[in-house]
């Protein structure tokens, strides 16, 4: 059974500090992606993720991902209150021509001013 | 605009009755998906559908039910037999299989609570 796990689960942070939330998933995976959810709201997509070695970066967000750690990062570089947000990795094995996703449990991320 | 529309936004089921959840995507994506999310968790997979008329259960499949007679539209029939179904309920489609780059895109979900 695959199982994906994050950490830290809550992170308080300072405007201006960097930080990292780390995702680690137990058996091989297709791809790895990043969602960000505001409270209440949807999951908006972040990056996807396919092969060893894959450096995304989008503004202040970078995501990374070694295969053969089974390890996906997600760095936070000088973070701003708008980041605010719970994150979510999720872990996609091709089934067909679906892909089907098992969640982290997701990092709750506040910035503080 | 292409997206996915997810109706009713707020929904409340009596003991003992079935209600249907609506999922409508005009992004001409194959694949389509239905989660559960319980407070302060992730997202738990109930079912998915790689094409018209073909569905499979998820990990968390026990008092759903789903159909899929148009590639537009995937919705989720939650049962007397789903014990416990107050939580967040999100839709998703996507087309991996021809985009390896492509997410699976949400809709904005419908919030189900019993009365």
């Known amino acids: 059974e695959l199982k994906v796990e994050q950490n830290p689960l809550f992170l308080s942070m300072q405007e201006g500090k960097n930080y990292t939330i780390y995702c680690n998933y137990s058996?091989?995976?297709?791809?790895l992606y990043w969602y960000r959810q505001d409270p209440g709201k949807s999951l908006e997509s972040l990056f996807v993720?396919?092969?060893?070695?894959a450096v995304k970066q989008e503004g202040r967000l970078m995501a990374s991902l070694d295969t053969k750690a089974r390890l996906s990062t997600l760095h936070i570089t000088a973070a701003v209150h708008d980041l605010s947000a719970t994150y979510f990795c999720?872990?996609?094995?091709?089934?067909?021509?679906?892909?089907?996703?098992?969640f982290g449990t997701g990092t709750r991320l506040q910035v503080t001013l | 605009d292409g997206g996915i529309t997810q109706s009713p936004k707020y929904l409340f089921r009596k003991e003992g009755q079935n209600v249907t959840l609506s999922c409508e995507q005009n992004?001409?994506?194959?694949?389509m998906y239905w989660y559960r999310q319980d407070p302060g968790q992730g997202l738990r997979l109930i079912y998915y559908?790689?094409?018209?008329?073909?569905?499979q259960k998820g990990d968390i499949a026990e008092g759903y039910s789903v159909s899929r007679e148009k590639k537009e539209s995937f919705p989720l029939t939650v049962t007397s037999a789903q014990k416990n179904p107050t939580a967040f309920y999100l839709c998703?489609?996507?087309?991996?299989?021809?985009?390896?780059?492509?997410?699976?895109?949400f809709g904005d979900g419908t919030r189900l609570s019993i009365l």
């Open positions: 559908s790689q094409i018209v008329n073909d569905f």
């Open positions: 992004l001409n994506h194959d694949a």
């Open positions: 993720l396919l092969s060893n070695g």
């Open positions: 998703a489609s996507g087309s991996p299989g021809t985009d390896l780059n492509q997410p699976q895109h």
């Open positions: 999720a872990v996609g094995k091709m089934t067909g021509t679906a892909s089907k996703l098992t």
């Open positions: 058996t091989t995976s297709d791809r």
